[in-house]
């Protein structure tokens, strides 16, 4: 049977181009290391690849979630203990006041040390983050926690004006954690504070007048149950810091397992492919060669 010498060298060129493809294809996937360059190469470990990718990509937003959340209730945590520091001292404060053998003198020289006090937890309430959000007003994060009206008289200048909304981040399947807290209620603090004040600023005030005694009374039982509130709060922090403590782990852990997987289906084998490698270098020599000596036969070499 004749073959045609176009017929020949396409047949020839087309085996070379072939051989020349998987050599490039082979160098291509033996540098970067992967045994996959497009998916038509391996389809079922490329889906395999993909949904542990994928999968990877979500548990590190969880563990990203998670860090963002717990440097979220440690400075939540800063601000409430502040509170409950500035808190403890004004009921010490209300302590000393409330006893009967200070003079006049004594109960105004406590006025400017309960100001700053009262000051100091309207400062903290209305703290903002780094990006000029409230972080006590709940889900109004754009409006003050509390509120300061000087028009109107002791006793109801303050007012809550954030919400109890509660801003929820996902960290994990299924599962959500609470990062903000609101601080409600101690808004009836600072206006117990606010009446003390104004009681202690009276002209010709005594350690028994009636009004000062019942302000400072009220504002004694309201600094023991704020202080219980903000502490309860600050407990929960903890709490939760532990909780997202187990589960960055276990996040971890799984993540670990992903990329092992990812490794183990997806890495090149070397020595398999060093060896393919040569195979494919001697059929493409092979391949040249024989073209060679078949393009340059003609009839005259058997006559």
């Known amino acids: 049977m004749r073959i ?11 085996g070379l181009q072939d051989n020349q493809s998987k050599l490039a294809s082979l160098t291509a996937r033996m540098a970067s290391g992967d045994k996959i360059q497009v998916p038509s190469d ?18 590190g937003q969880y563990r990203d979630n998670i860090s963002a959340i717990k440097i979220r209730l440690s400075t939540n945590e800063t601000y409430l203990t502040s509170m409950v520091n500035d808190i403890t001292q004004s009921h010490d404060l209300l302590v000393w006041a409330a006893d009967g053998s200070n003079s006049s003198d004594d109960l105004k020289s406590m006025t400017q040390t309960m100001t700053s006090l009262r000051d100091s937890l309207f400062y903290s309430a209305n703290q903002k983050d780094q990006e000029g959000r409230y972080v006590f007003s709940g889900t109004l994060t754009n409006t003050q926690a509390i509120s300061y009206d000087p028009n109107a008289p002791a006793g109801s200048r303050y007012t809550f ?21 609101d601080v409600s209620g101690l808004e009836t603090l600072l206006n117990q504070m ?11 005030v005594t350690s ?3 009004a000062l005694q019942a302000a400072i009374k009220a504002n004694m039982d309201g600094a ?9 709060k600050i ?12 589960l960055d ?13 990812i490794l183990d289906l997806g890495s090149l084998d070397m020595t398999d492919a060093a060896t393919e490698l040569n195979g494919y270098n001697l059929a493409l020599q092979a391949s040249y060669k024989a073209y060679s000596k078949i393009t340059n036969l003609s009839l005259f070499n058997v006559l």
Do not use: C, W
């Open 4 to 14: 045609a010498t176009s017929q020949f060298q396409a047949t020839m060129n087309r």
């Open 42 to 59: 391996d389809p079922v470990t490329s889906v395999r690849l993909s949904r542990l990718s994928r999968e990877e990509a979500i548990v």
């Open 161 to 181: 004006t954030g919400n109890t909304g509660q801003q929820k981040s996902v960290v994990g399947n299924g599962i959500t954690q609470t990062v903000n807290v």
């Open 194 to 204: 606010d009446s003390t004040i104004d009681q202690l600023s009276q002209p010709g």
């Open 208 to 210: 028994g007048t009636p």
């Open 224 to 232: 023991l149950d704020t202080m219980e509130a903000v502490a309860g």
């Open 235 to 246: 407990a929960s922090f903890g709490g939760a810091q532990n909780v997202m403590e187990t």
């Open 249 to 261: 782990g276990n996040h971890a852990n799984v993540s670990l397992s992903n990329k092992t997987a």
